[in-house]
């Protein structure tokens, strides 16, 4: 059992896929100069480094069972290595306002995978707030933007971006429910350092042939803090706030909180990358909020849930 509260774990969660939207978004940049796998490479030896004391089993916690380690294993490959694969090359494809459009099938499909997988009983208020998040995301399908600039190759291939997209949802979907289990038994800490050394392992091969043939004198200065920003908030601060709020809050019902994934992709996308945002995709943001309020708010009496 977990310590932690439901509004300190509904405002980790939150935090957690508001900061995972941002880098999404910001590693457009990134990726037009750094090859993915060089630069997912990069983000994960500087997560090893920065998370390097948490590697240390705590006192207390059992060694790690055949079962802990396959999952980890797993967490790892599908949350970190294969989500990062998809998701920034995807964006590179389509846009950070585009992409926003697909991630609105996160929710539904995490519920889905904790129905299927964890056996987790859905209430009726958390079914209706995540129909409300996929509702209030997927607007944004039908609010076509003023202009975003095509550029080249990627616009002919935006339908490749799109399917990368949608594998990525696959994956978050997983991440969600595998982090489920691993907080009944590790700490926040040692699951983040643990996946994201598996990630520095399984890019370790691509990055190090990548590296080889790079002319890391091509890249600006800004875009070295650049990358260690994003490194420090996709390996530490949002997996960290991840497993913390997964301690006190059944998978199905954080959900609803990858609303703010779409929505702080699109919001970076406006404000710092150019990309444009209608009227209508305005509405999509306060009818996906509100799923939130529903989800969260207390209700008189007690619903079934979980533990």
């Known amino acids: 059992m977990s310590n932690i509260s439901k509004p300190l774990a509904y405002t980790y969660l939150a935090l957690s896929m508001s900061l995972v939207g941002a880098y999404v978004a910001l590693s457009k940049p990134l990726a037009a100069v750094l090859p993915v796998l060089l630069l997912a490479w990069l983000r994960f030896g500087i997560g090893v480094v920065a998370m390097a004391g948490w590697l240390r089993r705590p006192a207390g916690e059992p060694r790690l069972s055949g079962r802990e380690r396959g999952l980890l294993f797993l967490e790892s490959f599908f949350g970190n290595f294969l989500f990062t694969i998809c998701m920034i090359t995807g964006v590179s494809m389509t846009g950070a306002v585009a992409a926003s459009v697909t ?89 983040a350092a643990l996946i994201n050394l598996w990630g520095f392992v399984l890019t370790m091969p691509f990055g190090l042939y990548l590296a080889w043939h790079f002319d890391f004198g091509s890249v600006a200065a800004s875009l070295w803090l650049l990358l260690l920003g994003y490194a420090l908030a996709a ?7 991840w497993m913390t709020g997964l301690q006190a809050v059944p998978a199905s019902q954080s959900a609803v909180f990858t609303v703010m994934l779409p929505a702080s992709t699109a919001l970076v996308g406006v404000v710092f990358l150019g990309e444009t945002l209608a009227g209508l995709q305005l509405l999509a943001f306060g009818i996906a909020v509100s799923s939130l309020v529903l989800a969260t708010a207390p209700l008189p009496g007690r619903e079934r849930s979980p533990g």
Do not use: D, N
């Not at 202009?147 to 339908?159: C, I, L, M, N, S």
């Open 103 to 191: 991630m609105a099938a996160i929710p539904a499909a995490i519920a889905l995978f904790s129905w299927l997988l964890l056996k987790e009983h859905i209430t009726g208020r958390v079914l209706c707030a995540i129909g409300l998040a996929v509702l209030g995301i997927a607007l944004f399908a039908f609010a076509k933007p003023a202009h975003t600039p095509a550029q080249g190759e990627a616009a002919q291939h935006r339908w490749i971006g799109q399917l990368l997209l949608i594998a990525a949802v696959f994956c978050e979907a997983s991440y969600a429910v595998i982090g489920k289990k691993l907080t009944a038994s590790l700490s926040p800490k040692r699951i």
């Open 235 to 241: 390996c530490v601060f949002t997996v960290w706030l």
